[in-house]
């Protein structure tokens, strides 16, 4: 992390980041086979981010993005785009009436259930951290930041 965080101090903008972070979430987007949505920063509350199906956009916290670290970020990043992921494998049962492969049934109706019926986390936090697409959502955005960072950052 110590070689990312002196990275992103070089990036002296606000300008500068958002273009590392949108970067980043492009490359993890086309790598998972999908089109890049709208990208950006705003306010939404106490989230983290925010994936947003109806307007195909993915929004970071702007409060969030100027003070957590930029690995935080990145996990944030992925986690919403793994949302995305799930938004298209529901879209894809809806219309097919299978899951695309590789995917279980179950799987995708229980995402298609949380998307209907989302557990708001201001009312019930475990119950929200439950749900089985945030669950998928944070276990894919850790994952895969700690990855990329490993790739990208690691070593000499």
């Not at 894809?92 to 298609?112: H, R, T």
Request: proline letters at 3%; charged letters at 30%; one cysteine or more.
């Amino acid at each position: 992390k110590d070689k990312l965080n002196a990275y992103w101090e070089t990036l002296k903008t606000k300008e500068k980041r958002m273009a590392f972070l949108q970067d980043y979430y492009e490359k993890l987007a086309n790598e998972l086979g999908w089109e890049p949505v709208l990208f950006g920063t705003g306010n939404i509350g106490g989230s983290k981010g925010r994936y947003y199906s109806d307007g195909k956009t993915l929004i970071l916290s702007e409060n969030d993005f100027l003070n957590r670290s930029p690995f935080d970020l990145l996990v944030t990043i992925a986690h919403e785009t793994r949302h995305q992921y799930q938004h298209q494998c529901v879209q894809y049962f809806d219309i097919n009436g299978k899951p695309p492969e590789g995917m279980s049934e179950d799987l995708v109706k229980a995402w298609k259930e949380n998307q209907l019926h989302p557990i708001d986390s201001d009312k019930d936090f475990w119950g929200y951290r439950a749900q089985q697409d945030e669950a998928d959502s944070r276990d894919f955005g850790s994952n895969y930041a700690t990855e990329y960072l490993l790739s990208h950052y690691s070593g000499n």
